[in-house]
């Protein structure tokens, strides 16, 4: 199919697409109507209820938390793909002493950069925590937080070299994380359906509304949530920056001679 | 004011499409795809909406009238799924570039030979 073809196919369908659109946006509540009942309800039941303030998270971990599992073992099922993507192949090897030209100025990572993702690293990292830890009080918790101390590694890398990111994370460690996170969420729902008679209810003192510790298990979930998306975020890291920085393929055997 | 959220949505759809038909760049590609998953971002936030409402957060305010929080949940649930199909798109493409030494989408019809 040449471009042109393709186009013109694409201007057809894009229009036929349009039409569909356009129809459905024609039955779309006006904006800023007076909104759905169920939202409503959910909004005015969180704090009194779960003692959670920021609904979403009420959403997300207490009246949708099933959902939220799902969304978590999709995240890990990606993870577990792109790490057996970015896999060695059998005509690939490790190559850390990788410049074949030798000779030539290299320009180093420069001062200004390595001391600022330095100092850069701790303030990160203490963000992360406070993001997950107060995800059932203000817009957060563990996805966005671990997302954030994900980032704290990363400057560690831009900071410092591969092998040291690598020599600070290996690999197991941070698999035993995710893994742990993921389960936790698992073991966390399940205390829910033996104390409280269905999965992921609602476990744990509810405590004083505002307070860190309060809204009973779902902090637990958040520190899971964290865990999880934070060590998969680690994998995805090292398993791209190994596949560019490490990974290099065999010559063709008969090419050269000598590799 | 209205109409601007559902047509910033639907501007992204068509925008994120016509780049993917259009690209010349793997790597360019998994950003169209990107921005067109940004218009189910923008749709369930103003389906969500409500004229003269604030963010479903009560810690400070207890009481006053919020935004469809669930329409919001299934925004973060939408990011989450955005960010694992550009990471595992991405990685196809990282092998793509190391088998065939080529970013151009136009030279993959090779590659079942």
Known sequence: MTRRTRLRLFLVSAAVLAVVVLAGFGELPAFGHPGATFGAVLNALSVPQRHITDVVTAVNFTYRGVDTLAEEFIFFAAVTAVVLLLAPGDDEHADHASDAATGRWVPQTSDAVRVLALALVGPTILFGLYIVAHGHLTPGGGFQGGVVLATGVLLVYLAGEYTHLHGLYPDTVVEGIELGGASAFVVIGLIGLAVGGTFLATWGPLGQVGQLNSAGNVPLLNVSVGAEIGAGFVLLLSAFLRQTIVLRRHPPANASGSA | ?113
């Open chain 2, 1 to 113: 004011m209205s109409v601007l959220a559902y047509g910033v949505a639907a501007w992204l759809l068509f925008v994120g499409l016509w780049g993917i038909v259009q690209s010349r760049n793997l790597v360019h590609l998994v950003i169209c795809l990107a921005v067109v998953q940004a218009a189910t971002y923008v749709l369930l936030v103003a389906i969500g909406y409500r004229a003269g409402a604030v963010a479903p957060v009560f810690a400070v305010r207890l009481g006053t009238v919020a935004v469809d929080p669930v329409v919001q949940a299934l925004c973060l649930t939408d990011v989450v799924v955005g960010t694992t199909v550009t990471a595992l798109l991405l990685a196809l493409v990282v092998q793509i570039h190391k088998r065939t030494g080529s970013l151009d989408p136009d030279s993959l019809r090779d590659l079942g030979e």
